[in-house]
């Protein structure tokens, strides 16, 4: 039983840091393209580091096995990284005051917050149903 433990504790960490290094990478090459004007870019490198994150939750998936209760556990431990972005983007709407000066600011909370809360929705979805092994 221990040995499971330890098991889920090291999932929730490579889980964790796999969000942390994702998001930090998506967001550098967001703000680089932005930078140098390239229009395109932001969506084309967020697909691939989309299609790659998944293919890598799948990979780190078969690695673990468990019970329904502990994968969603143990899902719901490493993806909340997504949800500790919501809510700093939560935070920062409803900071914003409503001049048209801040409309930007806001739109772009409303939509990390959004999109933080459906990533950690499939993040769960695909940990859950790629993980264990059929006993």
Do not use: D
């Amino acid at each position: 039983m221990s040995q499971l433990k330890g098991q889920n504790g090291m999932f929730i960490i490579k889980l964790f840091l796999l969000n942390v290094v994702v998001y930090g990478l998506t967001l550098a090459f967001f703000y680089l393209t932005a930078y140098f004007n390239f229009a395109v870019m932001p969506v084309f490198i967020g697909g691939i580091s989309v299609v790659a994150y998944i293919w890598l939750w799948m990979k780190m998936g078969r690695q673990f096995s468990g019970r329904k209760k502990e994968r969603l556990l143990v899902a719901l431990g490493g993806n909340s990284f997504f949800l500790i972005i919501g809510l700093f983007s939560l935070y920062a709407l409803m900071n914003t005051s409503p001049h048209s000066m801040e409309v930007l600011g806001s739109l772009v909370a409303l939509l990390s917050f959004i999109v933080s809360v459906c990533a950690f929705l499939i993040s769960m979805m695909v940990v859950y149903l790629s993980s264990g092994k059929k006993r």
